[in-house]
């Protein structure tokens, strides 16, 4: 089935069990589990590697839950990236001005950290460092897919260099406006929040004692997350008109700006690096597979950053299609067959909608200062802090250990 058309005169051909399109940190986390397993893999990634971990291309840093962590940890992602990882031990919420706060410490569950803070371009450089370790695993960038055929034998990939990649199944992995997701004619759900994130980071004087602080405003959440030395990561959310204008604010005055914002307890601020600004909205696939074709990662389901769990959930895609994929070959079966997708889609699909929902209704309850839904929130917090069994049903939730989990999820062996 040939899902857009365009005429190239193919020089290269490469047959593969598995080709990704989008090398991003979901899609690259696939193809070295793939082939860390045993696979062939090809990953196409549009932006040339270089650019993917300078600094100006991405600010971001990312919370890793703990059992996003066992999944680095067995792909062998870890060990590239540990010393660059800051430990989440506590979590701090509170609500706009008010003294009302929710505190979560690891050590309530006794089980090491909930999570682990990294830049998001240290993750990719652990990425590609652990991905030259696999002879079986092939990077090709920049580049990427002109067309998708889909047959009964298998899917062919043609990329816009004229390379043809032949594989009995393709993945897209190339982020929300997943061009493989569009020509297969999947429809999305998507709205936007009217809300832009502002990421920054900051060094400070005080030590940040390894706490994550998420302090509800009346226009949105605005979290202050520990990174390696005396430095956290500022994700800010405001209306997008309000975004420009702190954009555009001197140095010296979003410094002032952040300063209000944060208080007083890491003394003396000073903002390091750029500002980047995220437009924030939810969108979600209806479908995560077509014949010979699956998605993982922002491709199949884009959320609010509010929980910080946009990565983790990409990263559960890739566990289980792992998983997946890996006992249909020991099994013998055609990893693309139809079942052998349908098995990943009812994986994965019902839980990413309900973290969707979540973070959703998360956002919509405090991203507003209307006084009675203030005080009964306010009222939640404090009775929530005060049960030790609702506060551990939260904290499985930010270490990523509820629910179905695939082998690789749960520290185990595919
Ligand atoms: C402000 C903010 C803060 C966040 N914080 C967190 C957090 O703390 N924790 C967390 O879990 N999540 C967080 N997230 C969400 C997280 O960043 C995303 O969910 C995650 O980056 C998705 O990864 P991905 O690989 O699926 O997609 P992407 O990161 O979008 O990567 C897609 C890749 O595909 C490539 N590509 C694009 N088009 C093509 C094409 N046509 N052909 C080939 N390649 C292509 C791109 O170059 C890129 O490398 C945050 C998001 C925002 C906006």
């Known amino acids: 089935m040939a899902r857009q058309k365009k005429t190239l005169s193919a020089d290269v051909a490469i047959s593969a069990d598995v080709a990704i399109a989008g090398g991003g940190m979901v899609g690259l986390t696939l193809g070295i589990g793939l082939a860390q397993s045993g696979l062939s893999v090809v990953v196409i990634d549009a932006a040339p590697q270089a650019e993917l971990t300078e600094p100006a291309f991405d600010g971001r840093s990312s919370a890793i839950a703990h059992a996003s962590c066992r999944l680095l940890q067995g792909v062998g992602i870890w060990p590239h990236l540990a010393d660059r990882a800051e430990p989440i031990l506590e979590i701090r919420v509170t609500d706009g001005p008010s003294r009302q706060f929710l505190h979560f410490d690891q050590a309530t569950l006794g089980d090491g950290p909930m999570g682990y803070m990294v830049e998001n371009r240290h993750t990719r450089m652990g990425l590609f460092a652990r991905a030259t370790e696999l002879d079986n695993l092939r990077i090709i960038a920049p580049d990427k897919a002109v067309s998708f055929e889909a047959e009964a034998a298998g899917a062919r990939l043609t990329l816009e260099s004229g390379i043809i990649i032949e594989a009995p199944l393709v993945v897209g992995a190339e982020g929300r406006a997943s061009p493989l997701r569009q020509w297969a004619g999947i429809p999305t759900r998507k709205w936007q929040y009217n809300q ?4 920054a980071t900051i060094a400070h004087e005080l030590p ?3 706490i994550a602080h998420e302090r509800f405003l009346a226009p949105g959440p605005f979290a202050i997350l520990p990174l390696k030395g005396n430095r956290s990561s500022l994700v800010w959310t405001v209306d997008p008109a309000l975004a420009e204008e702190i954009m555009s604010l001197s140095p010296r005055a979003f410094l002032a700006e952040v300063e209000k914002r944060v208080g007083g307890f890491l003394g003396k601020l000073k903002v390091i690096g750029p500002r980047w600004t995220y437009p924030l909205g939810l969108q979600f696939a209806q479908r995560y597979i077509d014949p010979r074709l699956a998605l993982v990662g922002d ?4 959320i609010h950053p509010i929980a910080g769990q ?22 013998g079966g055609d990893i693309g067959a139809a079942d052998v997708l349908d098995r990943y889609q009812r994986w994965r699909r019902a839980d990413s909608l309900a973290l969707a929902l979540a973070t959703d209704g998360l956002n919509r309850l405090f991203s507003n200062d209307i006084a009675p839904i203030r005080a009964l929130r306010d009222m939640g917090l404090a009775a929530i802090n005060r049960m030790p069994a609702a506060k551990r049903f939260f ?13 690789l999820l749960k520290g185990e062996a595919v």
């Not at 832009?196 to 990421?199: N, Q």
């Not at 990565?311 to 566990?319: E, I, K, M």
């Not at 904290?395 to 082998?407: D, E, F, I």
Request: glycine share 14%; charged share 20%; with cysteine.
């Open 208 to 210: 940040h004692c390894n």
């Open 299 to 302: 491709a199949a389901h884009g």
């Open 196 to 199: 832009s994130g502002i990421v």
């Open 310 to 331: 946009g990565l983790n959930l990409g990263l559960r895609d890739v566990a289980a299609l792992i998983e997946v994929l890996v006992d249909a070959r020991r099994l």
């Open 395 to 407: 904290m499985r939730h930010a270490r990523g250990t509820v629910g179905k989990l695939p082998k």
